[in-house]
DNA sequence: CGGCGTTTTGAGTGCTTTCAAGACCGGTGG
DNA sequence: CCACCGGTCTTGAAAGCACTCAAAACGCCG
């Protein structure tokens, strides 16, 4: 079923490393813990690397493992019984994926791109917190920017005309960009239209005429598949808040 | 400016009723603690009182408080440059309101209804988490619940025709009013249709426009301002989620 | 080179918005 | 007691933006 369960640590790897890595980076969970809590933490993990198109887990599962995101993209969604589905999020190395004070998942984590996780039992995770009051409070920290972070999302999809909804995607990547201290001058979007229509409340359809549109105003540029780069930010912002001629 | 400033607790209230009466119900923060850990926290705590539309604090001041709503109800709204707003969500007694990594609140809390309110000072808030591990798991576990609500919002503001994303927000009503154990028959709706719109992402017409249509197939009525009561909650439900013959 | 999934582009439809006016309701003052 | 007033809600008609349906172009991979 799940490709996960089939999968062990791939050889080579110490996995005494598994928390520096995914942790002690600039947004992990780990971030606060010192070097012999970590060393703890990395007993009680694994860290599974899976392909493009895995299924992580799927909404209704039961909620046995919290994972955090080394490296890769994933995207998180809920599916409707008509069959549309809405993108809730997508999450960036650092990124933790699968905390919930339910019994089940409340949605299906999908991954982009090939990735490395790192893998807890909830009930591992749940005594570490206890433990480490460090890292339940980071936990908590996470939590609230994530809230956040969807709340804006809301104002986009609630109140936004659709060109303005692709230009706050589009400086979303940016910021998730500079905050995993990045500096190249193209951006990563393993996204389809698909994808991001989920994400915006739009048609693919609507999100390729927009896209079409900004490069025609020379906005930006699509050096190669997935990739994007930005040319006009300022034009980008000012259509995305509507303070553009409104 | 802000009317909290100026007020104190109402007289003859006792202040070591603050928790008990704000936390120790079915849903608020103070939940798991113990009666001694409650007086600690009381007497850090003040109480407030406060009419219906108070602002109780706006996007971009400084968050140096935390509110706990004890009784009433509150919106939660984000302003777009162009003057719309977009309401993030409503709040029941027994939440929290204020609580965030950011320097400023990220939005306008504002009061439907007469509301009294627990207020901690921040830095006092973090020095009782540091001291009861429980109390910042609770709040960890309140935290967690409005995301997955706030990404549900998503979904219906996302992905639902407009009489669905009504007939979402009525059954949300349903739910909150449960959480807290209440059990008549009709519904508090202290929120106007503007409210309801920009919490759904529509225009107040089109709510109403929704509401009289639900009122003329015999699926709800308001028998006073302000009062719904739910008529044919299976016919709600499924135009909310499309299995309506759709 | 053929096949499949993704993206683009076009044309027409439709749902929601916009604009406008009137009804309703509670509160206030004559 | 009733008229007036402001705010909220309802209803109608027209316009607009995004959707739907459709087909062709593109690009990747075998």
């Known amino acids: 079923m799940n490709p996960l369960d089939a999968l062990r640590p791939p050889p080579g790897i110490r996995t005494d490393e598994v928390c520096s890595t995914c942790g002690s980076r600039v947004a992990g969970l780990c971030k606060p813990m010192d070097a012999a809590s970590l060393d703890e933490i990395s007993a009680e993990a694994d860290r599974v690397s899976l392909p493009a198109r895995s299924v992580v887990f799927r909404e209704g599962d039961q909620a046995t493992r919290v994972y955090s995101l080394m490296n890769g993209i994933a995207?998180?969604?809920r599916l409707l019984p008509d069959g549309k589905q809405q993108v809730v999020g997508f999450r960036y190395p650092g990124d933790v994926i699968g905390y919930t004070s339910r019994r089940d998942y409340p949605f299906d984590a999908e991954l982009l791109t090939g990735a490395t996780l790192c893998r807890l039992d909830?009930?591992?995770?749940?005594?570490?917190?206890?433990?480490?009051?460090?890292?339940?409070?980071?936990?908590?920290?996470?939590?609230?920017?994530?809230?956040?972070?969807?709340?804006?999302?809301l104002v986009t999809v609630g109140r936004r005309p659709a060109e303005a909804r692709v230009?706050?995607?589009l400086l979303s990547l940016l910021e998730a960009r500079r905050r995993r201290g990045k500096v190249e001058r193209t951006l990563d979007m393993p996204m389809t239209r698909a994808d991001i229509a989920d994400f915006l409340g739009l048609t693919l359809?609507?999100?390729?005429?927009?896209f079409t549109a900004f490069r025609k105003r020379g906005w930006l540029r699509e050096p190669e598949h997935q990739k994007?780069?930005?040319?006009?930010?300022?034009?980008?912002?000012?259509?995305?808040?509507?303070?553009?001629?409104g």
């Open 75 to 77: 995207k998180l969604t």
């Open 167 to 169: 230009a706050a995607f």
């Open 228 to 245: 994007v780069e930005l040319l006009d930010i300022p034009a980008l912002s000012a259509l995305s808040d509507g303070t553009d001629e």
């Open 122 to 153: 909830r009930p591992k995770l749940d005594k570490l917190l206890g433990r480490y009051p460090q890292l339940e409070h980071r936990l908590l920290d996470l939590c609230v920017q994530e809230l956040t972070a969807t709340q804006e999302q």
């Open 205 to 210: 359809e609507t999100v390729s005429r927009s």
